[in-house]
């Protein structure tokens, strides 16, 4: 079970700020908490408020006395919200030790009650930042009353770049010697990030098991693949460590085991099942990353929805290959789209048909019934696919995910990449919320965590 802080890259830049202050400085996270099935919990960011100036009574290197009207009009707007609250201060200096003095520890007891009861939360937690010469160094713990505390083990802020930070009490074994040439390319640091990130691949086709299989070969040692189906004789062509002995058998047993024989070490979940399904759906929180595989609309409806309520970043992949009656290529197209922070969702950007959405969450009989009726569309047309153009866009998708770890290509960041092969260019594209939509930061949407229902969708029954 691992705790993990989710927090947008211009929160975790500006608490990097602040901890360069020679003085301690105070504020509150507002956040959400949520508890995946597999115990996994995240706690979503949703602001941050620092106390003000005129509340400090002592503020010095070494400590800092604070009145409550430096934080009880925090704690009434967190009841408003309906967020938890995070005690934040900061721990000066370089060399500073992020982790709590006996002083702190009377902070809490004081505090933990008065903060529980005034944001109308269950949970109390602290985070404790200390400046480094690159990004912070941090312990902090969330608890729920009456139960025993949590620590948070791993920072994760994400948004335009993203950077995942281990807590400054935690232990890292010593990275292989076989990712050598990997590390001479971005460094340690981000060879690290990969082994410890939990990542999941939505759909285990032709691009699915092309992303999977370049992740664990990165050094990625968790992974969750999700799909339903079993492979048919025409995925042999395209799906990755499958054979002509696997016709029959589950797409993600199939390539669980693959991935097993080139890392043994590696931690892998496999659901034979649709993430349309809820309880499905809901094994993708733990994820600091999900790949959207999956040539639904349905799905990535799901995915597109996840982006936003949990701070998931989502790297949604595209393959479309067009013919005319003679079956010869007209047009070869590729599509990798990065859902994060402040761009738009695949709904705003019409990467969705939200009527065959609807239609492909239909019972058999009813999708007839409607389709005779003319109010759904039919939707057994299978499209033709290629391995090197399936691999083609997964190799994109995964070089999105680097580049966002490691910062080496050009800002601003594109959301979006499009890949017309059969006329050998590739552009990019930004596209921003629409007003009022789920995605736009006004929807107050964002990190809004576990909801009723699940993501605010409707779901099968």
């Not at 400046?131 to 160094?137: E, M, Q, T, Y």
């Not at 010593?174 to 971005?186: H, M, Q, S, T, V």
């Not at 995915?303 to 595209?318: H, N, Q, W």
Request: with cysteine; proline share 5%.
């Amino acid at each position: 079970m691992t705790t993990t802080l989710v927090l947008q890259t211009e929160t975790a830049k500006e608490i990097e700020a602040v901890a360069r202050l020679n003085v301690e400085t105070a504020g509150v996270v507002l956040a959400r908490v949520a508890r995946a099935p597999n115990g996994d919990v995240r706690v979503l960011a949703r602001q941050l408020r620092w106390v003000g100036d005129s509340a400090y009574i002592r503020r010095e290197a070494d400590g800092l006395t604070i009145l409550p009207e430096g934080y009880v009009q925090t704690l009434a707007d967190a009841e408003t919200r309906g967020d938890m609250c995070l005690w934040l201060h900061t721990h000066p200096g370089l060399t500073g030790r992020p982790e709590p003095s006996d002083h702190d520890h009377l902070v809490d007891q004081k505090i933990s009650d008065l903060f529980r009861i005034r944001s109308g939360s269950p949970y109390y937690g602290t985070l404790i930042v200390s400046p480094r010469h690159v990004g912070l160094a941090f312990t902090g713990y969330v608890q729920r009353e009456e139960q025993a505390a949590l620590s948070i083990e791993r920072l994760w802020s994400v948004g335009d770049r993203w950077h995942l930070t281990r807590s400054y009490d935690s232990s890292l074994a010593a990275l292989p010697e076989i990712f050598d040439r990997n590390i001479r390319a971005f460094g340690s640091a981000v060879q690290e990030t990969l082994r410890d990130l939990r990542i999941a691949v939505v759909g285990c086709g032709g691009t699915g098991s092309a992303v999977a299989e370049q992740l664990v070969r990165l050094g990625v040692r968790n992974l969750l693949l999700v799909d339903p189906d079993r492979l048919s004789a025409s995925n042999i062509t395209r799906v990755y460590g499958s054979t002509a002995e696997h016709v029959g058998v589950e797409k993600v047993q199939a390539l669980s085991e693959h991935l097993a024989r080139i890392a043994p070490d590696m931690r892998c979940e496999t659901l034979a099942s649709m993430v349309t399904l809820e309880p499905i759906a809901q094994r993708l929180i733990s994820s600091d990353v999900v790949f959207g595989c999956t040539d639904d609309n349905a799905g990535r409806l799901v995915l597109s929805r996840l982006a936003t309520y949990f701070m998931v970043p989502v790297i949604d992949c595209g393959v479309l290959l067009s013919s005319d009656r003679d079956d010869q290529l007209t047009g070869i197209y590729g599509r990798v789209t990065t859902l994060t922070q402040g761009q738009a969702c695949l709904v705003c950007r019409n990467r969705i048909d939200v009527r065959r959405a609807a239609a492909e969450l239909l019972t058999p009989d009813e999708r007839k019934r409607r389709i005779d009726e003319g109010y759904a569309p039919a939707l057994e047309h299978v499209e033709p696919a290629v391995v090197a153009y399936t691999t083609l866009v997964a190799a994109a998708a995964v070089a999105e995910l680097l580049e966002r770890l490691t910062g080496y290509g050009s800002t601003p960041r594109p959301s979006e990449i499009l890949l017309r092969c059969h006329e050998r260019e590739i552009s990019t594209n930004v596209a921003l919320p629409r007003a009022g939509h789920y995605c736009h930061p006004s929807s107050g949407k964002l990190g809004s965590g576990l909801t009723a229902p699940f993501l605010e969708q409707v779901w099968p029954g």
